[in-house]
């Protein structure tokens, strides 16, 4: 678990005709920037300030404090409840690529010494669509915000629902927001971070449900599909159409921010709402044999 | 959780496939009779009328060879009884009640009060039009945001009074349009589904055509959730599915098949609660009949709801859609 949080893996950034691991070309610019500083940079082209997107497992590590995420539930794995053509060897073929068991990891960890209740999406992991194990991780992990009193901060990005699971995928809309519903009567914070993309079910679910609800710049946002609507009113769209900025300028979202900027913002909200806090920095990293001064509570 | 359901029977569609091969031949073989019959001044056509009933025949067994598909072409049936017909058999003294008083009236999505079973009731119902001029109007069934924002006023007017709300479903989507982005539609959509699962009154819901995803899922989840026999509920529509997992809209009724959007599917996946039996050969060959059954289903439904502790309902409600899936656990 510690060890994914120290080495992420690099497979979310595109590389064309470079050997791979050294160079990285940014999609948006087509600047070639040296791969170790692409990821110093969170992700973030140097010369664009694109977003590459994140893998759920890099999302977490540049996001958790170091060594305090703990994830649950793991062993939640999907099945073929409908036995739809091909699904069985799809689901294989996600895990083998991404080496995650589904689009989703959840735990409970640290944010700038806020304790709090996570999940990341996984976008690599079949589009980050949402079926039957989604929807329970995300529905867990607020039922345990509620029982530790954490707040909740879920990262999206995902095309929507999981289509091979029908109806049951399309269930965990509600399913989620029973929980969220949960979680809010409770009285207990819910910030929704949308990544690049946040669309469908995803967004007419726990995306939309947060008290506060962030963006990274540029993450495509939307219920339906582009083409979709293109088709449906017969016009082309603008470029901005959907974007992060787009949704903020509608009054959809309360605000862009920045990758590097994330994780003091989210500092920032936990500690307006009230988060419970991790002993004291020093404190946890004393040395062994010393007592900390006062047990750091 | 839910069950994984049994094999489907992969025969009958290599055998639908074989028919479909068949008709096309039929219908080759009928124009060219017809060609040759113009041509050389032949009476063809007790020879065509013989080709043509068989292509009947064939049909017919190729819709029994998928009841998918046939419960799809049913659903969208133009005749089939619309969701205002029934609110206006089933209510008594329905006044409708208009706009979310946010941004328009969306004609797309019906709400209002009435009576019924004796009862004060609130009724919501996104409603599709009879003919073309009424499916402009309505937007053929698909609500723009304000429309589901419409239905959750009137859901919370019902929760303030402790009526139940009577939702009646059948719609192919949400809009999918960029002004109804602007408005967010996921925010509206997102919105209702969560109040649904806390709204303190009971909620029964009604799939009587299309329940088409999201946007249909947004007026429907409820204590009871009942399904007309041959209505379909589905988180895409089949073509959309065959578009996007073989890049052939052509499959569709494959997609159908695989998609599991029958009410007994439903049913199987513990997403329906009951089926609701329709007249011999579908809804639209006997209306009134059609409507009748749901009346009666309805009242089943909310007298039992009606004694029930709000509480107990709502604890009921979570529980119920907190088990809608299947997963598995490794260790």
Sequence with gaps: MLNWLRRPKYGAVERRDIPPGVWAKCPKCGATVYHRDLVRNLKVCPTCGFHHRLTAEERLAVTVDEGTFEE????????DPLRFEGYADKLREAREKTGAADAVITGLGAVEGSRVALAALDFAFMGGSMGSVVGEKIARIAERAVEHRLPLVVFSASGGARMQEGAL????????????????????PYLSVMCDPT?????????????VILAEPGAMIGFAGRRVIEQTIRRKLPDHFQTAEFC????????????????????????FFGAPRLPAREAVAAPAGEAPADGGA | MSAILPERDRAAEARAQELEARLAELSREIAGLRRRGEKEQL??????????????????????LRPAWQAVALARHPQRPKAQEIVAALIEEFTELHGDRLFRDDPAL??????FDGRPVVAIAPRKGRDTRENLAFNFGMPYPEGYRK????????????YPVLSVVDTPAAYPGDAAEERGQAEAIARNILEMTRLRTPIAVV??????SGGALAVAVGDAVLMLEHAIYTVIPPEGCAAILWRDAGRSREAAAALRLTASDLVALGVVDEIIPEPPGGAHLDPAAAIAAVGEVLRRHLRAAAGVPVETLLQRRYAKYRAMGYHEERA
């Design chain 2, 207 to 212: 799939i009587t055509g299309e329940g088409g």
């Design chain 1, 199 to 211: 669309t469908g079910g995803v967004t007419a679910s726990f995306a939309f449900q947060g008290d």
């Design chain 1, 169 to 188: 995928s399309l269930m965990q809309l509600a399913k989620t927001s029973a929980a969220i519903a949960r979680l809010h009567e409770a009285r207990l």
């Design chain 2, 110 to 115: 019906l709400a209002g009060v009435g009576w």
């Design chain 2, 43 to 64: 009476d063809v056509g007790r020879l065509i009328g013989d080709l043509e009933a068989r292509a009947d025949e064939l049909r017919r067994e190729l819709l029994d």
């Design chain 1, 248 to 271: 903020l300028e509608h009054g959809l979202i309360d605000m862009v921010v920045p990758r590097p900027a994330m994780r003091a913002t989210l500092g920032r909200l936990l500690r």
């Design chain 2, 151 to 162: 239905a959750l006023r009137a859901m919370k007017l019902a929760e303030k009074f402790g």
């Design chain 1, 72 to 79: 649950h539930d793991a062993g939640v794995v999907s099945g």
